[in-house]
């Protein structure tokens, strides 16, 4: 009799906090883990050691910005990809709706939409981002980076860098 | 003293039986709010991740939604979200969507072609590019869609409509009508 409390009292528990931490993670903050060199080096800086589950970066994401706040220049974002709604990209703000960004190789300056931004990694050679699709609504924006958490080497804040390539005015 | 019973408690100190059902009641406030939190958490979970309700605003869905300007008021729907994870959204789905131009709001529309497609437009046939998706409003006339913003990307879908809820003379299941007008081939 007792054990069988115990067990229905640990399976409340666990349940509840199961949904504690589901809610947590939709609407607050989760961790995230970076594949890919796009962002290097604020993320994934090259080293000579092989990417993988315990030498990528792992980053804090919040959510309190997707009710509130004003995303701006220089964020650091998560957003679902334009081509591939099941995936999910990290990429810095580098232009917000009213902006001209100067497309290369070329004379024309594309005017971002109301409502969407502009994109790019901060290592441009090996990046996919607006320079490719294009100006992406805000609204495929899943959540802010604001910290990395692992390595423990490189745990700190994310700053706010702004952009010093591609023009934009 | 006759005709009172009396508790004892293993402290030792002896206490009358008003005061004991006093000293349960924090007890059960305790359960209560505790059983609130977990259904509020339940709810909030359930309504982001699975299914939700949501009124509809405007007449660009007429008829299907809102069909008189003079209703009382709005048709509420129910929205399912299990679309998101592994459903193939195809023609007909109606959908609520971030609206590309205002982040904050979002909008309901139809999807009448998929990645893939030409739509035809005013300038032209115009080819919905991969992962991307042509809505347009039930109501042509009063409806700003991608006839307006172009094609909208899949991610900014929030869910999918199923049936209408309210007001109960219009409850019913949303039909996957395929648009016969505007060539999508």
């Not at chain 2, 000293?23 to 059960?28: D, F, L, R, W």
């Not at chain 2, 129910?78 to 909008?107: A, M």
Request: charged content about 20%.
């Amino acid at each position: 009799m007792r054990s069988t409390s115990f067990l229905w009292n640990v399976c409340k528990s666990s349940f509840t906090f199961g949904l504690i931490g589901l809610t947590v993670s939709d609407r607050v903050a989760s961790v995230v883990r970076v594949r890919g060199l796009s962002m290097s080096p604020t993320f994934n800086p090259p080293n000579n050691t092989s990417l993988g589950l315990f030498t990528d970066d792992h980053v804090l994401v919040e959510k309190r910005c997707l009710t509130d706040y004003k995303f701006s220049h220089g964020d650091v974002v998560v957003f679902c990809s334009p081509r591939n709604y099941k995936e999910k990209q990290i990429k810095r703000i580098t232009g917000m709706p009213g902006d001209w960004i100067s497309v290369p190789f070329s004379y024309d300056a594309v005017r971002i939409p109301e409502g969407h931004c502009w994109v790019e990694g901060d290592n441009p050679t090996d990046s996919l981002d607006s320079r490719s699709f294009g100006p992406i609504p805000l609204g495929l924006i899943r959540g802010r980076v604001t910290h990395v958490l692992w390595p423990p080497q490189r745990v700190g804040k994310i700053d706010k860098k702004l952009p010093r390539s591609g023009l934009s005015f | 003293m006759k005709g009172r019973r009396l508790f004892t408690y293993s402290g030792g100190s002896v206490i009358s039986n008003s005061e004991f059902i006093w000293m349960g009641m924090p007890n059960t406030i305790m359960k209560m709010f505790n059983k609130s939190i977990v259904f509020g958490l339940v709810g909030i979970t359930v309504t982001d991740r699975y299914a939700g309700v949501c009124p509809i605003r405007g007449s660009s869905m007429s008829p299907t939604f809102n069909p008189s300007l003079e209703s009382f008021t709005d048709d509420y729907v129910f929205l399912e979200k299990f679309c998101l994870d592994k459903y193939k959204f195809s023609h007909g789905d109606v959908v609520i969507f971030s609206d590309p131009t205002n982040y904050k709001e979002r909008c309901v529309k139809r999807i009448v072609a998929m990645e893939g497609d030409y739509v035809s437009n005013v300038n032209g046939a115009v080819k919905v590019p991969e992962g991307h998706c042509w809505v347009e409003g039930d109501n042509s006339a009063f409806s700003s869609d991608s006839r307006t913003y172009g094609p909208i990307p899949l991610g900014l879908i929030r869910g999918r409509v199923t049936h209408v809820i309210w007001p109960p003379q219009r409850m019913k299941k949303v039909d996957r009508r395929i648009p016969q007008e505007g060539f999508a081939f």
